[in-house]
């Protein structure tokens, strides 16, 4: 079992950024694939960055330039650095992590991130 623990959540004024941590642990075998995403009130989970154990990097068109996903994997942490923040931004963000063999998938309980205008 893997347990992903999410912080850095919180209020802040548009233009401002926030650091997400989101960390691993229990036991499982190796973390592969890790992401973040976010669900807005009333609006469906949608994927906002990912990255693989290569530090290979996606990210949703709304969020290119302005976040960083990044990933320790001795620790197995991922952080998404948010920048530039918009109103638009506003959902509560939650760690999703692929491991095992056979791969399955974990969430971690959301953070909320607020942006004011």
């Known amino acids: 079992q893997v347990q992903l623990v999410e912080s850095g959540g919180g209020l802040v004024q548009a233009g401002g950024s926030l650091r997400l941590s989101c960390a691993a642990s229990g036991s499982f075998l190796r973390i592969s694939a890790m992401s973040w995403h976010r669900q807005a009130p009333g609006k469906q989970r949608e994927l906002v960055a990912g990255?693989?154990?290569?530090?290979?990097?996606d990210y949703a068109d709304s969020v290119l330039g302005r976040f960083t996903i990044s990933r320790d994997n001795a620790e197995n942490t991922v952080y998404l650095q948010m920048n530039s923040l918009e109103p638009e931004d506003t959902a509560v963000y939650f760690c999703?992590?692929?491991?095992?063999?056979?791969?399955?998938?974990?969430w971690g309980q959301g953070t909320q991130v607020t942006v004011s205008s």
């Open positions: 999703y992590a692929e491991h095992g063999v056979p791969t399955i998938g974990s």
């Open positions: 990255i693989t154990s290569r530090g290979e990097t």
